[in-house]
């Protein structure tokens, strides 16, 4: 069974720094393109960056120049390095990934649980 565990959130204040880490575990092949989302109090989930299997990274307008997702392939987890955090930053953060439990059979999407982000002014 494929699980991802998200941690490092918290509270911090405003102009400060967080790392999230996702870790995936369980019975896996492969982990193809792996993405952060957040969903903030009456809104809707929102995609804050992606990477692919490889090293190639997107990002929203609203994080960009400030967060930096990365990926370590052996350890099978993914990381999120935000900085310069703003109080609209607040929200639980997801991690996303597809994820090949088979060779032969196509990827299936998993998520974790989320970790709360708080940014205080």
């Known amino acids: 069974q494929v699980q991802l565990v998200e941690s490092g959130g918290g509270l911090v204040q405003a102009g400060g720094s967080l790392r999230l880490s996702c870790a995936a575990s369980?019975?896996?092949?492969?982990?193809?393109?792996m993405a952060w989302y957040r969903q903030a109090p009456g809104k809707q989930r929102e995609l804050v960056a992606t990477?692919?299997?490889?090293?190639?990274?997107n990002y929203a307008d609203s994080v960009k120049g400030r967060f930096t997702i990365s990926r370590d392939n052996a350890e099978k987890t993914m990381y999120l390095q935000m900085s310069s955090l703003k109080p609209e930053d607040t929200a639980v953060y997801y991690c996303?990934?597809?994820?090949?439990?088979?060779?032969?059979?196509?990827?299936?999407?998993?998520w974790g649980q989320g970790t709360q982000v708080t940014v205080s002014t």
């Open positions: 990477i692919s299997g490889g090293t190639r990274t």
């Open positions: 996303n990934a597809a994820i090949r439990v088979r060779y032969y059979e196509p990827s299936s999407e998993y």
């Open positions: 369980g019975s896996i092949w492969r982990i193809d393109a």
